[in-house]
């Protein structure tokens, strides 16, 4: 089973030259790939690559399409059995793939897979994208085991498992190569945020498994591409979730649940100008302008397949965190 290592990197020189060392160090298996997918830089990360690491394949997009282009774009170029798709900001482990590699020659169900992320700036927190494998609420808000919303809980093993989850991280993300090709990859309108979700969502739309495998660990810094408080980190992630639950909510579900969710943004942008945080709400309803014009497209996109109505936690994350006080998974 072949293994490509896919490194998106967009003027990413610092982070390459701090980070790929552990990739080449604790990925030296002989199915094993290493990829340096460049969106179009312009500073000297492909030099430093080239001069530095010879062993590592480079393939060069025409231009910087985000996340999701990008990897759609080099994609076309790697040959694989499984595509590990991982951040520039990545620091792996000793170990990092036995299990993966493992699970997925075992149990041919299982589409996708993440391991364990912990905070690269404080290795004993869960870091904020993924954490311990992700799940969204009844009304598409995503959360994570080890993360709800901004509290970020400490690592004292109690997510050492392998467990079924809703959607993987995009920070590192396992996915079997014929499952990508099959749905077209990730959907290039997002451009970044949240393309992992709808891409995991549609997943288990053909009835396939996603995983989180406790016992391999990835420390990620977070918010190197865009900044946790920037208000286009706000708008994408915004505008993304509106956008995954048109393409696959249960038809019965639709209507009540996008209407709720604009209700509920609503609330979200007042409570941003509340905490003087005025371009967040800007943010906000810049991402629904955008949400109501991409909105023929996006239904365009809804399948006719079977629609997984087990997709969330019935709760609101949004009540269970603000109004009932519960911060960790394990108090939901």
């Not at 798709?85 to 075992?106: M, Q, R």
């Not at 549609?202 to 420390?219: A, C, E, M, W």
């Not at 906000?284 to 996109?301: E, G, N």
């Amino acid at each position: 089973m072949k293994i490509a290592i896919v490194i998106l990197n967009w003027n990413g020189e610092k982070l390459l030259e701090k980070f790929i060392p552990s990739i080449v160090k604790y990925s030296k298996l002989s199915t094993v790939e290493i990829v340096l997918a460049d969106n179009n830089s312009t500073d000297d990360s492909v030099a430093f690559i080239e001069k530095n690491f010879p062993q590592i394949t480079i393939v060069k997009n025409a231009k910087n399409g985000g996340y999701a282009k990008g990897y759609n774009d080099a994609l076309k170029h790697v040959s694989a059995d499984i595509y590990a798709l991982v951040n520039s900001d990545i620091e792996v482990t000793d170990g990092w793939l036995n299990t993966i590699i493992s699970i997925f020659e075992n149990e041919p169900e299982t589409a996708i897979i993440q391991p364990k992320i912990l905070d690269y700036k404080d290795k004993s927190k869960f870091e904020y994208a993924g954490a311990a494998g992700g799940f969204i609420d009844k009304f598409g808000y995503p959360y994570c085991r080890g993360r709800i919303f901004n509290n970020l809980e400490t690592d004292k093993l109690q997510y050492n498992d392998i467990t079924e989850i809703f959607w993987a991280s995009g920070a590192c993300f396992f996915i079997r190569a014929s499952i990508f090709n099959q749905l077209n990859g990730f959907d290039e309108n997002y451009f970044a945020h949240q393309e992992e979700i709808d891409l995991c969502w549609r997943t288990k739309n053909l009835q396939k498994n996603i995983k989180y495998v406790g016992t391999s660990t990835v420390f990620h810094i977070g918010g190197a591409t865009l900044k946790e408080a920037s208000p286009r980190k706000t708008f994408l992630n915004f505008r993304n979730s509106l956008f995954t639950l048109v393409k696959n909510l249960p038809t019965n579900k639709l209507i009540p649940i996008i209407f709720s969710r604009l209700v509920l943004d609503g609330i979200a942008a007042v409570k941003f100008i509340v905490e003087l945080r005025p371009k967040h709400t800007l943010a906000i309803v810049k991402a629904h302008i955008s949400f109501y014009y991409y909105l023929p497209t996006m239904l365009k996109k809804r399948k006719s397949y079977t629609q997984n109505n087990n997709y969330y936690t019935r709760k609101s994350i949004v009540w269970s965190y603000f109004v009932l006080g519960k911060k960790t998974f394990r108090d939901l």
